[in-house]
Every structure is written in structure tokens, then in C-alpha cells.
């Protein structure tokens, strides 16, 4: 695509599903690009079913385009899976790791599966287990371990073969406060001391406003906004105004009289309530409360707040994040059917599996 090759670029990645009953299928990405600098934590924030997984499949040939083009490193994904599959790392959403085998047991059998000598293996185990704070719980089964140290542990066995760029598919889901922002410090570790270039893929807004170098938000397959946090956030001039209604009251009947106050503008219905934005919003309250309690349809509540990344969302979309787009809450539009597996449910080239695919129990017994 250029001569100057960045960490990650896809250019105009389309993926159409085939299912059975929908007719033309499920579009999953419609002409998805993203650039990603070397040595920087860079976040694919979307709700479920925006297309992120399935851009991260194709990144990590886990799957292929119908159309577009990919490189890691300059490396054409396409081509050269083979190739790629060296300069990667990938933390899938489940764990790859055998629960049933030690710290140390995945971590040798892992390198091993690299291709390292018996040696070199458990000279690399050593170096990560210091270097993940796992040395404690090296000869623990990995089922015994807490959430927080096995997901520690996903991220060391996706750096086993030391590579150039590793994607994380949402490393915090399940995990305690505690351990979520044990995992942040780790992650901006890894791009910042480490300098290796960090792909993430998120839902949650503040994961991604407060780990992310750089973004793309994506929905419906393509990425809507891009930028640092900052310049997205800033986009936005003022303060988010937010009314909850009472039931029984129409939101666009609320609209309506917000639409005719010179203090407010960009006036949306959004999340079951009514957001606009203003340039002073404590000073806009009053005169927003006083019209609606003329127009004889109080609001519930009001907040104000400074410009947040749902609000970036909410401009780029028109619809704010809501419980249907958090993980694991059934029923979210789009939710895959099998969205969470880290295999491929179709479109997958034979063989293609990723490098640092799930431990095997059977060979365990190479990791000794
Ligand atoms: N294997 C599959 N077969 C059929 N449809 C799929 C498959 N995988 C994903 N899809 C569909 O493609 C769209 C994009 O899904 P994708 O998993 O890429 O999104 P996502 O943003 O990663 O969401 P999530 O965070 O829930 O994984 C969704 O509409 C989903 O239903």
C-alpha cells in the first residue's frame, strides 16, 4: 500500500457472513481503514457487533476479506500470513492458556511451540514469569489462579516470541476494578518501556479515553471518528446536557422545545432521553428546566457534563451507549452468534490458526 510501513494498516477491509436465513448475509465491515504508528496503545472502541472482532481476524489472519488490504509491519496479511503470524501476539477474548497445566508448564510448552529449544524456552519463561510478577504462582495450576493474574498471564504468552505488535481483544471484560487497572498499568508498560505497538479492542469508553494513544471508533463496520481522545473530546465545544424523562412523557416532544432555546444546540433523543449541548451548561439549566415545566413536561433529571467520549460516540452515530451495547447483555443488535470465539466460525483458510493459538493438555508434556 506504502513505501513507509507503519506498525498496522488495513485499507477499505470489506466482510460480508454468510447466514443461513439472512438473505445477503451479515455485513461485518464495510470498508474499514486504520493506520496504527509503531509504539503506541491503539483502540477499537465500538459496541458489539461495530465489526471490531472481525477486523481483528482478518489483522491476525484468523480470517480473510472479501475485499481491501492489510499490513503488519509492512507485511502484506494477505500474502503472507505466514510471515505475519512471527510479528504478532494476540490475547484473545477467552484465555489461551491450559487451566490445567502450571504458570510455567504454558509458558515453556508456548515457546516451544515457537520453536525454541528446550534451553531457550525456559530461559524466556524465566524472563517473562519476573517480568509479569507471575514467579510466585510459576508452579500453580493456572485454574487455581485469580482472574487478573491468568489474564497476566494471557498477555505473557502472547509475547512469548517476542513480537512487533499485539493485539489484545478485550482484556479487561471480567475483570474486578482491581485488577482492571493493574492490567491498564501493564498495557501502557508494554507500549511505553517496552515499545511494542499495542491494538486493542474495547467497549468500554473509559478503557479507551484513558489507555489509548489513538483511536478509531467503528460502527457498523467502519470507523466513524478517529483521533487521540482529546482532539475527539474537543471536537465537541461545551458541556453535554442530559434529561432523563419521566415516563408517559415523548422525547421528541421535548426535542421540540429545546430545539427553540438559543442556550442549547444540537438537540438529539438518545438513550430513552434527551442530550444537546450547550457552550455554558450549569448556566443553560435553568432555562431548559423553566421551558419544560411551561411545555407541562418536566424533565426527571439533568446532567451536565464536560465532553466525554459517549458523547463523540453519540455525534458520529446518533445513538449513545447503552446497557445493549455493553458486553455480555443479550439481545444487543448485532450480537454475533458466535462473536466471542477466538476461532472462526466461517471464512477461515484451512490451517491459518494463529501462532499462539490455545495449549494443547496432550502436549503438555513437551513443556517439561
Ligand atoms: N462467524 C460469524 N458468522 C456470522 N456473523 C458473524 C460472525 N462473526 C461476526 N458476525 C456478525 O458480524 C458483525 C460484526 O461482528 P464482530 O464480532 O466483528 O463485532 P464486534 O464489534 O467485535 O462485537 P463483539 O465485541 O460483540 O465481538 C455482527 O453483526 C455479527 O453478528
Not at 103 to 109: A, G, H, I, S, W
Amino acid at each position: 500500500m506504502t513505501t513507509d510501513p507503519c506498525a498496522v494498516r488495513a485499507h477499505d477491509l470489506g466482510k460480508t457472513y454468510s447466514v443461513r436465513g439472512v438473505k445477503g448475509g451479515v455485513r461485518a465491515l464495510d470498508g474499514l481503514d486504520v493506520t496504527v504508528d509503531r509504539g503506541i496503545v491503539f483502540g477499537l472502541l465500538g459496541p458489539n457487533g461495530a465489526g471490531k472482532s472481525t477486523a481483528v481476524k482478518i489483522l491476525t489472519t484468523l480470517t480473510r476479506p472479501d475485499r481491501g488490504a492489510a499490513e503488519i509491519e509492512g507485511v502484506d496479511v494477505l500474502r503472507r500470513p505466514d510471515r505475519v503470524r512471527r510479528l504478532i501476539g494476540v490475547v484473545a477474548q477467552r484465555s489461551g492458556s491450559d487451566p490445567r497445566a502450571t504458570t510455567r508448564e504454558n509458558l515453556v510448552l508456548q515457546a516451544r511451540m515457537h520453536g525454541m529449544s528446550g534451553p531457550a524456552a525456559r530461559a524466556r519463561t524465566t524472563e517473562l514469569l519476573d517480568r509479569f510478577d507471575l514467579s510466585e504462582v510459576a508452579d500453580r495450576l493456572v485454574r487455581t489462579l485469580s482472574g487478573g493474574t491468568q489474564r497476566r498471564l494471557d498477555v505473557a504468552l502472547g509475547l512469548v516470541h517476542r513480537p512487533a505488535v499485539l493485539f489484545l481483544d478485550e482484556p479487561t471484560t471480567g475483570l474486578d476494578p482491581e485488577a482492571r487497572t493493574a492490567m491498564w498499568a501493564e498495557i501502557r508498560r508494554l507500549a511505553g518501556r517496552d515499545g511494542l505497538t499495542v491494538v486493542l479492542t474495547t467497549h468500554y469508553l473509559e478503557e479507551a479515553d484513558r489507555l489509548a494513544h489513538r483511536l478509531a471508533i467503528v460502527d457498523r463496520g467502519r470507523v466513524v471518528a478517529g483521533g487521540t481522545p482529546d482532539e475527539l473530546k474537543g471536537e465537541l465545544r461545551g458541556d453535554a446536557v442530559h434529561l432523563d424523562l419521566p415516563a408517559g412523557t415523548v422525547p421528541a416532544e421535548v426535542r421540540a422545545v429545546l430545539e427553540a432555546l438559543p442556550a442549547v444546540r444540537e438537540v438529539r433523543v438518545a438513550g430513552g432521553g434527551v442530550s444537546a449541548r450547550s457552550d455554558n451548561g450549569p448556566a443553560a439549566v435553568p432555562t431548559v428546566l423553566a421551558a419544560l415545566e411551561r411545555a407541562g413536561m418536566p424533565a426527571a433529571a439533568v446532567t451536565v457534563a464536560r465532553p466525554s467520549l459517549d458523547d463523540v460516540f453519540l455525534r458520529y452515530t446518533g445513538r449513545r451507549y447503552t446497557p445493549g451495547d455493553l458486553p455480555g447483555t443479550p439481545g444487543s443488535p448485532g450480537t454475533p452468534p458466535a462473536a466471542t470465539s477466538p476461532v472462526p466460525a466461517s471464512g477461515a483458510a484451512a490451517g491459518e490458526g494463529p501462532a499462539d493459538q490455545s495449549t494443547p493438555s496432550a502436549s503438555r508434556e513437551a513443556a517439561r
